[in-house]
């Protein structure tokens, strides 16, 4: 659980770098697709973190450009105590700068990597979880990766919501009114997105409220395993203990929301009303929003290519625009960098026997020897050699529900680079029918200091 200290500003000796009229400092985290940065406002003298995305990444990867446009929208809708303020969106040609409401606490994250917490502090946190939670919901907003990670805090202790990324907006719906699209991150997941016949995504935000409960008064995972696909199977059952320092209205609690069937799991209405988290608790005040800024209203773009963005004025464009600018496209070329790794597992709807039969079939065309283990298993060779060696790639299928498998790739020999590949792009064309989804594609986000100016 290591995880590198806060620390405020541009971290000692290192040069301070201005955008626009924020002086940008250390990392404070980063993602697939972005760094946050600890910025500070030169007018104000306020701490703010700032997001930066590089453009030309985002738009490698599918649907990231639309997901990127769907964050910033939501976060204009949700203002509320517990939930991390948009301040603004600035633009260079490269990237996009989304500043945002320092949490100065960080992330509650390394609290729990600590150890658990008390019960009394793990009520505190739950109880504004749930109240951001349930504004979410009334606006619309599943969240949908709800996680210590991303659950930040103020000098107070006031816990932030923050990275709404994968957040869900009623527009996605389709017309079963529920969602279909496979995402968070796999320990915190409800069942029903895992399967295959579309979710609530409020319903699914309080299975995961319930794991980070469980996190908060254990100090580690509910479903835990080092496979995957043995993590699938402990998910579809709801199958957990609880140690013995938990008190039962916590247990109860935990187990009302650790529900398999999402028509029978506890609502944010129910929750409140339970006596374990009734005790002290003070629903938030609303807050007045940070800025006044709507989606219409305008955003800067840094370096005069206004144009570029797609904006009618020299200067100024909304993030609506800043993003649109930005055509999307499916482009894997950036994987390769020797920082970035595939993902190697993915879920698919089809039996575990018909995967392997695919496997075998898309291994052969793509020029490997492929050998049958024992159970769910193919070993794939290549014929001829690497750059390091032989290619050698092992697959193994699990069927963690009835309609549910989940398949690994594991490096087995030859170049990592060549695996990656393999994972990354050889196979992918081929599987494109029976892949559900792809657990964790995760490419590095490059350095910003290119994109300002010194100070
Ligand atoms: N890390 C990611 N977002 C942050 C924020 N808003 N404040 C502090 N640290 C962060």
């Known amino acids: 659980m290591a995880r590198s200290g806060r620390e405020e500003g541009g ?163 389709r017309q079963d009114g529920l969602l279909h699209t496979q995402c968070g991150t796999p320990a915190y ?67 009302r929301l650790l529900v398999v069937d999402p028509a029978k799991r506890i609502s944010i209405g129910e929750i409140m009303r339970t006596p374990w988290f009734r005790k002290g608790f003070v629903p938030p005040v609303p807050t007045s929003p940070v800025s006044p800024k709507k989606w219409e209203d305008d955003d800067v773009v840094l370096d005069g290519t206004a144009a570029a963005a797609g904006a009618m004025s020299p200067r100024t464009c909304n993030a609506f625009q800043l993003i649109s600018s930005m055509s999307s496209g499916f482009d894997l070329s950036g994987m390769f960098e020797s920082e970035q790794k595939a993902a190697t597992v993915f879920t698919s709807r089809a039996p575990a026997a018909t995967v392997i039969q695919k496997l075998e079939a898309v291994g052969r065309s793509l020029g490997y020897t492929v050998t049958r283990g024992k159970g769910w298993k193919l070993r794939l060779e290549a014929t001829a050699d690497g750059a390091n060696g032989r290619l050698a790639v092992t697959a193994e299928a699990l069927e963690v529900a009835t309609d549910v498998a989940v398949v690994e790739f594991a490096h087995d020999a030859g170049d990592e680079l060549d695996f990656n590949k393999f994972c990354a792009v050889d196979v992918r064309p081929g599987l494109a029918d029976i892949v559900w989804a792809w657990q964790g594609d995760g490419p590095a986000t490059p350095d910003v200091a290119a994109e300002c100016s010194p100070a």
């Open 189 to 255: 997941v409800a069942p029903e997105v895992l399967r295959k016949r579309g979710y609530d995504g409020a319903r699914a935000d309080l299975w995961s409220c319930g794991v980070v409960l469980y996190v908060l008064l254990c100090g580690f995972l509910p479903f835990q395993h080092d496979s995957y696909a043995k993590m699938y199977q402990k998910i579809f059952k709801a199958e957990y203990q609880v140690p013995p320092w938990v008190s039962g209205d916590a247990r109860r609690l935990i187990a």
């Open 11 to 173: 971290g000692g000796e290192e040069r301070k770098l201005v955008l626009g009229r924020y002086e940008l400092g250390r990392v404070l985290g980063q993602g697939t697709f972005a760094k946050v940065h600890y910025g500070r406002d030169l007018r104000s003298g306020e701490s703010v973190a700032i997001k930066v995305i590089d453009k030309a990444r985002l738009r490698q990867t599918e649907g990231m450009v639309e997901q990127l446009r769907r964050e910033i929208s939501v976060m204009r809708m949700v203002r509320h105590p517990n939930v991390v303020a948009i301040r603004e969106v600035l633009a260079s040609r490269a990237r996009v700068f989304v500043v945002m409401e320092y949490a100065r606490g960080g992330e509650l994250f390394a609290k729990v990597a600590r150890g658990r917490v008390t019960e009394d502090h793990a009520r505190r946190y739950f109880q504004q979880l749930v109240a951001a939670v349930g504004y979410c919901h009334s606006r619309g907003v599943a969240h949908r990766d709800l996680k210590p990670e991303n659950l930040l805090l103020d000098e107070e202790g006031r816990l932030k919501v923050t990275d709404f990324g994968l957040a869900a907006l009623p527009e996605q719906l």
